[in-house]
């Protein structure tokens, strides 16, 4: 198959800092102030709490990423 690639920035949304800085990235309560910022699509799905696992390739790269979302605060 052929890959999709796409460039991601850390601009404030904590999806794109987990995957530019390869961290695992928590977001307890997405109606709290935090300093990873907020994902107000996440918000207008209903979500309240999200944690995100960036997955690496062998040599280091950042080549997916892991999200798990739940409507209540975590």
Known sequence: GSAISCRVADDGCFLGRAACRGQVTVLEDL?????YGSSPLLQAMGMRSCWAMPV?????EVAGLIAVCRTVPH
């Open 31 to 35: 109606e709290s102030p935090s300093e």
């Open 56 to 60: 690496c390739s062998s040599s280091g």
